[in-house]
C-alpha cells in the first residue's frame, strides 16, 4: 500500500530511537497539555533520526509564539493543528513549517467546510471526533471518505489498529496519502510496541487486498 506512515504520541527517547530504526516518514509528538501523550521536555523526544525522516509537532489552538518556540526547541519539520485554528492561521504557521491540518469526522461533518482551507495546508488529517481532540482508539466510519472530492490529499487517523490491514488496502481513495499510527499500537500510553508495529508495517507493505 502506497502511503506514508506517522508514528505518533511519542514521549521517550529510547522508544523514538527504536522507531527510527522501522524508518517512518514521520513521528509525532503531542504538545496539548491534556493528553496522555503530552511532551513536556524536550529531552524526552531530543533524538535525531539517520534517515529522513520528519517530526511532526500537533498542537491544539496554539499561539503563533508557541509554535515557534516549539520548532526551535524540538526541532520540527511539520506542523499539526488539531484544532479550531483558522484558515488564516494555518496560512500563518504554514510559511513556515507545512501544515497538516486536522478534523474530527463524524456523520454530520459537511467535507464542503474545507474549501477555505485548501490553500492554507499541505496535508488534511481526518480524525474520530472526540470531545478531548483525538487520542480515543476509536474509528469513525471510513464510508464517509467517499464524500471527500478535493484534490488535497489527506491522512487517515483514528483508531487505526493492527487488525486493519485489509480493511486498509481495501481503501481507494485517490487522496489517501498517509496513516496515522497511535494508541493502538503502545504497550502504555506514549511508548510504542516496536514488535507489534514491525509486523503492521511488514504486512501493509505486502498484504494483498
Known amino acids: 500500500m502506497p502511503v ?46 539517520m534517515q529522513p525522516i520528519q517530526r511532526v509537532g500537533v498542537f ?6 508557541e509554535v515557534s518556540q516549539k520548532i526551535l ?5 511539520v506542523i499539526q493543528l488539531h484544532g479550531h ?8 504557521i504554514n510559511k ?29 488529517l481526518f480524525d474520530t471526533s472526540t470531545k478531548l481532540y483525538g487520542g480515543s482508539g476509536k474509528k469513525f466510519d471510513w ?18 489498529a493492527p487488525n486493519d490491514i485489509h480493511a486498509l488496502k481495501k481503501l481507494e481513495h485517490p487522496q489517501l496519502k498517509a496513516l496515522d499510527l497511535n494508541s493502538q499500537f503502545e504497550l502504555s500510553p506514549g511508548i510504542k510496541n516496536i514488535d507489534l508495529l514491525a509486523s503492521f508495517l511488514n504486512q501493509l507493505r505486502y498484504a494483498t487486498p
Open 73 to 77: 526547541d524540538y526541532k520540527l519539520d
Open 143 to 160: 464510508k464517509l471518505l467517499q464524500k471527500y472530492m478535493l484534490p488535497k490529499p489527506f491522512m487517515l487517523s483514528g483508531g487505526i
Open 96 to 124: 513556515i513549517r507545512p501544515v497538516i491540518k486536522a478534523f474530527q469526522i463524524n456523520k454530520n461533518f459537511n467535507f464542503n467546510s474545507l474549501n477555505t482551507y485548501k490553500s492554507a495546508c499541505n496535508m488534511f
Open 4 to 49: 506514508r506512515i506517522k508514528i505518533c504520541g511519542i514521549t521517550n527517547n529510547a522508544n523514538l530511537q527504536s522507531i527510527y530504526m522501522l524508518n517512518p516518514d514521520y513521528v509525532g509528538f503531542i504538545f496539548y497539555p491534556y493528553s496522555k501523550r503530552y511532551v513536556g521536555n524536550p529531552q524526552q523526544v531530543a533524538a535525531q533520526p
Open 60 to 65: 491544539v489552538n496554539p499561539t503563533l509564539q
Open 85 to 92: 485554528e483558522s484558515p488564516e492561521f494555518c496560512s500563518k
